[in-house]
């Protein structure tokens, strides 16, 4: 399963971390990716980080603005979004990619989600 | 980018009725192609991927079929607790959802 932090409140300009523990398979094996969804909106990809290795790919729109890490001592991964506008006020899910070492790019086990919203 | 368009956005039928969903990427995408099922207040969950093979779980009512840029998932018998959003995503480039598909019970 993939557990999540909880919600959060920020103000315009500020940064926000959240994180997602992993557990009940090898963490090392798969890749995850961040998933965000506005109120009422489709979910929208942000990106993808292999705690193996540690490398990440951003979606376009969030470069410079998202950073991903992982820790492989906890199995738990991050996702770093700062200069927040209430546009990144959103449910952010943490997915596993169904692919076994390799990157699939489709979610089979996500998180229940984190309610992050942005206001002054 | 790739954009995905479905239809209908909304949708309302009959328990036992066969539904049919469909999406269509801007591009070819091959078998690229997703579907999830969320309901309110939950995460999205994986029912079909490769456009046609079923996640392991899934009920078999659900079916999924395209290749190239039209694509459909079909209930082939509702069930009530099938009411929920139904989004498409194409992961031929970088992962794109489609904006949803609304069903609710008749």
């Known amino acids: 399963q993939l557990v999540q932090s909880g919600a959060e409140m920020k103000k315009p300009g500020a940064s926000v971390k959240i994180s997602c523990k992993a557990s009940?398979?090898?963490?090392?094996?798969?890749?995850f990716h961040w998933v965000r969804q506005a109120p009422g909106l489709a979910p929208e990809w942000m990106g993808m980080?292999?705690?193996?290795?540690?490398?990440?790919r951003y979606a376009p729109k969030f470069e410079g603005r998202v950073t991903m890490t992982s820790d492989t001592s906890t199995s738990t991964f991050y996702m770093d979004l700062s200069s927040l506008t209430s546009d990144d006020t959103a449910v952010y899910y943490c997915?596993?990619?169904?692919?076994?070492?390799?990157?699939?790019?489709?979610?089979?086990?996500w998180g229940r989600g984190t309610l992050l919203t942005v206001s002054s | 980018d790739i954009q995905m368009t479905q239809s209908p956005s909304s949708l309302s039928a009959s328990v036992g009725d066969r539904v049919t969903i469909t999406c269509q990427a801007s591009?070819?995408?091959?078998?690229?192609l997703s579907w999830y099922q969320q309901k309110p207040g939950k995460a999205p969950e994986l029912i079909i991927y490769?456009?046609?093979t079923l996640e392991s779980g899934v009920p078999s009512r659900f079916s999924g079929s395209g290749s190239g840029t039209d694509f459909t998932i079909t209930i082939s018998s509702l069930q009530p607790e099938d009411i929920a959003t139904y989004y498409c995503?194409?992961?031929?480039?970088?992962?794109?959802f489609g904006h949803g598909t609304r069903l609710d019970i008749k």
């Open positions: 997915a596993r990619d169904r692919g076994l070492v390799v990157a699939l790019w489709h979610f089979d086990l």
């Open positions: 009940g398979h090898t963490f090392t094996s798969y890749y």
């Open positions: 980080i292999y705690p193996r290795v540690g490398s990440t």
């Open positions: 591009q070819d995408i091959s078998t690229s």
């Open positions: 490769d456009a046609s």
């Open positions: 995503q194409d992961y031929d480039n970088l992962p794109t």
